[in-house]
Nanobody, 120 residues
Framework: QVQLVESGGGLVQAGGSLRLSCAAT????????MDWYRQAPGKQRELVAF???????NYTDSVKGRFTISRDNAKNTMYLQMNSLKPEDTAVYYC??????????????WGQGTQVSVSS
């Protein structure tokens, strides 16, 4: 069974940095696009950044120049390096990935979420 396991959240002061990780485990044949979403209290979940299987990336405007998404295909792991954090970055961060299992099944999987809190 495929799972996404996140780590790296925490509490940081404004201007600080955090690095999130999202590791895919299970019977994985291929990982297509991988994404980071976030959901702040009282707000809808929003796409923060995505990275394709060949490494192309895109970011929502509010994090451009501050966040960097990357992936290590050998480790089936995705990262989100977050620098110059602002209080408005406070949210639960979720990773998502489209994964093909060895049995041929393709599915969209979510991590459990990790809290990022930025104090002013």
């Amino acid at each position: 069974q495929v799972q996404l396991v996140e780590s790296g959240g925490g509490l940081v002061q404004a201007g600080g940095s955090l690095r999130l990780s999202c590791a895919a485990t299970g019977s994985i044949s291929f990982i297509n696009a991988m994404d980071w979403y976030r959901q702040a209290p009282g707000k809808q979940r929003e796409l923060v950044a995505f990275i394709t299987s060949d490494g192309s990336t895109n970011y929502t405007d509010s994090v451009k120049g501050r966040f960097t998404i990357s992936r290590d295909n050998a480790k089936n792991t995705m990262y989100l390096q977050m620098n110059s954090l602002k209080p408005e970055d406070t949210a639960v961060y979720y990773c998502n990935a489209v994964i093909r299992s060895w049995n041929g099944r393709v599915g969209s999987y979510w991590g459990q979420g990790t809290q990022v809190s930025v104090s002013s």
